[in-house]
């Protein structure tokens, strides 16, 4: 009867082990599902309310692809008060179109961002900086794209 005990037990714990181990791709496939602005309106509020006043939530909802800069929730409340064409100009300066993994940013690149304006990558040993703000580890994937999160707003 032990022996059968410990059976089940060893049974039990492996099959808790595949379910765990399950769960972020789980996460991770359910993410792709969501559209860029799912993503914006259930982990990133202030942005998400920044991003519908701008009138961009048609651009971050459909099939395109675009990569979103996320400045940090405090910085982006700093924005709340201006005009909604100066919301969307900065907006734009952080979004870029097409799908950029941490990877796929090379030492040296300018890129354009939907503002039209350039910002720049110079990748160290362990991190990436785009006009000299920090990617941090936090990044999130969507159906339509990435949302990256930087350590500042960007100076456009």
């Keep these: 009867m032990r022996e059968l005990?410990?059976?089940?037990?060893?049974?039990?714990?492996?099959?808790?082990?595949?379910?765990?181990?399950?769960?972020?791709l789980l996460a991770q496939e359910a993410a792709k599902r969501?559209?860029?602005?799912?993503?914006?309106?259930?982990?990133?509020?202030?942005?998400?309310?920044?991003?519908?006043?701008?009138?961009?939530?048609?651009?971050?909802?459909?099939?395109?692809?675009?990569?979103?800069?996320?400045?940090?929730?405090?910085?982006l409340a700093k924005l709340k008060d201006?005009?909604?064409?100066?919301?969307?100009?900065?907006?734009?300066g952080?979004?870029?179109?097409g799908v950029f993994q941490e990877k796929d940013f090379k030492d040296g690149a300018?890129?354009?961002?939907?503002?039209?304006?350039?910002?720049t990558v110079c990748r160290k040993k362990d991190y990436t900086l785009i006009d000299g703000l920090r990617i941090s580890g936090d990044k999130a994937q969507a159906k339509n794209g990435v949302v990256h999160s930087l350590s500042g707003k960007l100076n456009l």
């Design 5 to 24: 005990y410990h059976r089940l037990y060893r049974k039990l714990a492996v099959l808790a082990l595949l379910l765990a181990l399950g769960q972020p």
């Design 34 to 75: 969501i559209t860029l602005m799912q993503y914006v309106m259930q982990e990133r509020p202030v942005l998400a309310e920044l991003v519908t006043k701008a009138g961009l939530t048609p651009v971050l909802s459909g099939d395109a692809p675009y990569t979103i800069l996320a400045p940090p929730e405090a910085e």
């Design 82 to 92: 201006l005009p909604p064409v100066r919301i969307r100009a900065v907006l734009l």
């Design 94 to 97: 952080h979004i870029l179109e």
């Design 110 to 119: 300018t890129l354009e961002t939907l503002a039209h304006t350039s910002i």
